[in-house]
């Protein structure tokens, strides 16, 4: 598969609610843009899930974090390490994802939390922090029919129990997806 060279970050936040998380690795594999992640991330999505999901195990997270990692052969970003010491954010403890996305050239990071990640500081790399609604809706506004085949994909993986459409697209909404639901939503006979 053929990937752009437009390389989007996906911040532990974003990949720590599964149907988010999947809906992102399905339209990592679209070929639109690359999905980046780095060994950190997993960390630290896996660690708070595990604190607020006592039913899952560290196996299981593990699996999931493994199987993302082969869905995507090059999404785990390596060798940022000695870039985080020179980097300034309002969180240190955010630092390593702004490295990761120097690292291999990100444009975008993937957040729920922008204001972790100022314009200010992420200017001078090229980079800007996006919540996953807009940048779903930016790649909607690219290639409609890439982010609706992703969503088809993922609601077809939904076999316990089957998910409607109708369901599928309320659980978007509640992963904060508000306008790229509103767009999914007139595609609703197709997913």
């Given at each position: 598969?053929?990937?752009?060279p437009?390389?989007?970050?996906?911040d532990?936040c974003?990949?720590?609610p599964a149907?988010?998380?999947d809906f992102?690795?399905?339209l990592?594999l679209s070929g639109?843009f690359?999905?980046r992640?780095?060994?950190q991330?997993h960390?630290?999505?896996k660690r708070?899930?595990?604190?607020n999901?006592?039913?899952?195990s560290?196996?299981q997270?593990n699996?999931?974090s493994?199987?993302?990692?082969s869905a995507?052969?090059?999404?785990?970003v390596?060798?940022?390490?000695?870039?985080?010491?020179g980097?300034?954010l309002?969180?240190?403890?955010?630092?390593?994802?702004?490295?990761?996305?120097?690292?291999?050239n990100?444009?975008?990071?993937?957040?729920?939390?922008?204001?972790?990640?100022?314009a200010d500081?992420?200017?001078?790399?090229?980079i800007?922090?996006?919540?996953?609604?807009?940048f779903?809706?930016d790649?909607?506004d690219?290639?409609?029919a890439s982010v609706?085949t992703?969503?088809?994909?993922q609601?077809?993986?939904?076999k316990?129990?089957p998910?409607?459409?109708?369901?599928?697209l309320?659980i978007?909404l509640k992963?904060?997806?508000?306008?790229s639901?509103?767009?999914l939503?007139?595609?609703?006979?197709l997913?």
């Amino acid at each position: 598969m053929r990937h752009s060279p437009f390389t989007a970050v996906y911040d532990a936040c974003v990949l720590y609610p599964a149907p988010l998380r999947d809906f992102l690795m399905w339209l990592g594999l679209s070929g639109r843009f690359r999905a980046r992640w780095s060994a950190q991330i997993h960390d630290e999505w896996k660690r708070n899930l595990l604190i607020n999901r006592p039913d899952l195990s560290v196996e299981q997270l593990n699996r999931t974090s493994d199987l993302m990692d082969s869905a995507i052969p090059d999404g785990v970003v390596e060798g940022y390490q000695d870039l985080i010491e020179g980097l300034q954010l309002p969180d240190k403890d955010d630092r390593h994802v702004l490295a990761a996305a120097i690292r291999c050239n990100a444009s975008v990071i993937v957040t729920f939390n922008q204001k972790d990640f100022p314009a200010d500081a992420l200017r001078t790399f090229g980079i800007e922090a996006q919540h996953p609604d807009v940048f779903i809706g930016d790649l909607l506004d690219l290639d409609t029919a890439s982010v609706v085949t992703a969503a088809q994909r993922q609601r077809a993986t939904l076999k316990k129990p089957p998910m409607d459409a109708e369901h599928y697209l309320e659980i978007l909404l509640k992963q904060g997806l508000v306008h790229s639901t509103k767009v999914l939503n007139g595609y609703k006979a197709l997913l």
